[in-house]
């Protein structure tokens, strides 16, 4: 009894200091509303996921009034655009990740954390099913069950690799920190092992032939920060075998960077071209063997070609998680690539449950309703008809919220507007014309049903969350006062406005201390002043200030020291 006593002391000290602090006051507020019954009046909210979207919201959500559980394999969020900075070492794994606990540790929202993947969401019952992802073993069974009131599925997205034979055993991807290091050390280990006595001139080449295949932002920053590495400080430490190098970027479209500018695509191809980057344009890969690409040369009628390799790195997209297909069927969203979601961020087909980030996205009608939305906007005189200006007005908003769209457009080879005129009206008059809304939204809406509408990068994700944490801190108040704002289209009211994306620019590093950055309103800058923008955004958009130090210390002690070769 004495041992329990003890034991209980100390809480009895602080319930004790609590109340003569409070004047009595804890006392009165106990009488008045017993404890248990504040705790199931909280809503509990399940969060699956650590990375983008998930901590977003969980950062901006400030409602004491939910209970919230995070359910994700990572206990860390990671700063994925400087991953290609970790494959080279010019910035430390450590420095880019931010434990989970740390990010809402001085929140006033209960929020607590299991490391475990969920693998079944039984939406119908307001349950997920979990598996502990350590390797502990919880009373005898490694898996459990969480109810949730409201759902949040935030969990990314897969590598895509197309079913292409031989890639998922013989590839590194760089979707997480872990392959960002594993490539990393196996860089260092082709330069050590074609620097070993007795390998023929032939196998040392093949082995430091690094071959990435997919031309998009990640492949190219990837490419371009191993061709500095390898330039700025292996070959001073490897003299014999530094000629033998080479990197090739394979691409199965004609161009790569397709989703920027074409200024940008142009100067990144001639500049690689320029540093000896080898890159292969209609180059698809159809096949991958432990020592060999194969690929077929779209170019070429189709001819099949072998290139041997040491390095594979493979970043061509990304799909769809195996849970969240089944979900997916679950729900009848069986044939989508994402899950489905309207512009509030509800899946569709389910209640409480909302979608963010890679794994989601917008509804194609909804979408398209939203476009004609705007071109009606654009139409000042109500004619039905849009003139040149208006159209081209109309685009600009357009482009802001869904960059995808003019992407399909830059795709299709439809630059410029001139171009979507010959498509919308079979004729070239350009100025002159006058453009049917309807005519106009048919031919917007040709773009691929497959195709997700927002782009899958960070800045969706975390817009997302920051909007549906506003939306869940507010939502007690709208259902006490349901009477909300005017709906954007149609009849009534909804008490919260629908997710709007603001896009604010990407950037492409092409090494060199080049970037290239495409800002809103088609503004193009490439060079070494775009570098220090680049800098200066992504060190500010750290999630905290220890990243922050971390960050930019790396980048001086690069600076200063170079690129630390070890294989560790
Ligand atoms: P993620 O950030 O991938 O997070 C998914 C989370 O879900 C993770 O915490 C994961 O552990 C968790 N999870 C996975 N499975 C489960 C499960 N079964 N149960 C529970 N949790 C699960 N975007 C930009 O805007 N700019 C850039 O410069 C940029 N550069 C990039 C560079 C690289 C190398 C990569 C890979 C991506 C880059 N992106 C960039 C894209 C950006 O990282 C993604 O769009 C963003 O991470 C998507 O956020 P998300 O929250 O949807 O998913």
Excluded at 215 to 229: I, K, N, Y
Aim: proline share 3%; hydrophobic share 35%; charged share 25%.
């Amino acid at each position: 009894l004495s041992g329990a006593f003890r034991e209980n002391q100390s809480r009895f000290k602080l319930v004790l200091i609590c109340t003569a602090v409070s004047g009595g006051g804890l006392l009165a507020y106990g009488e008045s509303v017993a404890p248990e019954e504040i705790i199931t009046e909280k809503k509990k909210v399940v969060v699956l996921g650590t990375g983008w979207a998930a901590t977003s919201f969980l950062k901006n959500l400030n409602n004491p009034k939910y209970e919230v559980q995070v359910v994700s394999p990572r206990n860390y969020f990671a700063f994925t655009p400087l991953l290609p900075s970790v494959t080279c070492g010019t910035v430390e794994a450590r420095s880019i990740v931010e434990p989970i606990r740390n990010i809402f540790k001085k929140k006033k929202v209960d929020v607590q954390f299991s490391e475990a993947e969920c693998f079944k969401i039984d939406a119908e019952n307001k349950k997920i099913y979990c598996r502990s992802s350590l390797n502990n073993n919880l009373n005898g069974k490694e898996e459990f069950v969480v109810d949730y009131d409201y759902l949040i599925i935030g969990v990314g997205a897969n590598v895509n690799t197309f079913n292409t034979p031989g890639v998922m055993e013989n590839c590194h991807f760089l979707k997480e920190v872990e392959d960002a290091q594993k490539i990393r050390r196996t860089v260092i280990d082709c330069f050590e092992r074609a620097n070993l006595p007795d390998v023929s001139e032939d196998e040392k080449k093949r082995i430091l032939h690094f071959a990435i295949v997919g031309g998009g932002p990640t492949g190219v920053e990837f490419a371009a920060s191993l061709h500095d590495f390898v330039n700025e400080d292996l070959v001073r430490l490897y003299p014999g075998i530094k000629d033998l190098v080479k990197i090739t970027l394979l691409e199965a479209a004609d161009h790569i960077l397709g989703m920027f500018d074409k200024r940008i695509t142009a100067f990144a191809e001639d500049k690689f071209r320029r540093d000896g980057i080898d890159v292969k344009t209609g180059s698809m890969v159809v096949k991958v063997s432990e020592k060999e690409i194969s690929t077929k040369e779209l170019k070429s009628g189709g001819e099949i070609k072998t290139i041997p390799y040491g390095m594979a790195v493979w970043s061509t997209g990304i799909g769809t998680r195996p849970f969240i297909k089944d979900f997916m069927t679950q729900i009848g969203q069986a044939s989508r690539r994402a899950l489905a979601t309207d512009e509030w961020l509800r899946v569709e087909g389910c209640n409480n449950v909302y979608a963010l980030g890679d794994c989601a996205t917008i509804n194609q009608r909804k979408v398209m309703d939203d476009i004609t939305a705007i071109f009606k906007k654009a139409d000042k005189d109500n004619s039905g008809t849009l003139t040149v200006k208006e159209f081209q007005e109309a685009m600009k908003d357009i482009s802001e919220r869904y960059p995808q769209v003019e992407l399909y457009l830059k795709n299709k080879q439809m630059r410029n507007i001139a171009d979507l005129l010959k498509d919308v009206k079979g004729d070239d008059k350009k100025e002159s014309i006058e453009l049917n809304i309807e005519e106009l939204t048919t031919a917007l809406s040709k773009v691929d049903s497959q195709m997700k509408f927002l782009p899958a990068t960070a800045q969706v994700a975390s817009q997302q969350g920051t909007y549906l944490a506003t939306c869940f801190d507010r939502m007690e108040e709208c259902e006490k006062s349901p009477e909300g704002p005017l709906r954007f289209r149609g009849e009534g009211r909804h008490r919260f406005k629908p997710f709007r994306y603001k896009h604010l620019g990407q950037f492409a590093p092409l090494g060199g201390e080049k970037t290239a950055a495409q800002l809103p309103g088609d503004w193009v800058s490439i060079g070494h002043s775009s570098q220090w923008l680049w800098y200066s955004v992504y060190a500010s958009k750290q999630v905290s200030w220890r990243t922050k130090a971390l960050v930019v210390s790396d980048w001086t002690r690069r600076f200063i020291f170079g690129r630390d070769s070890s294989s560790i």
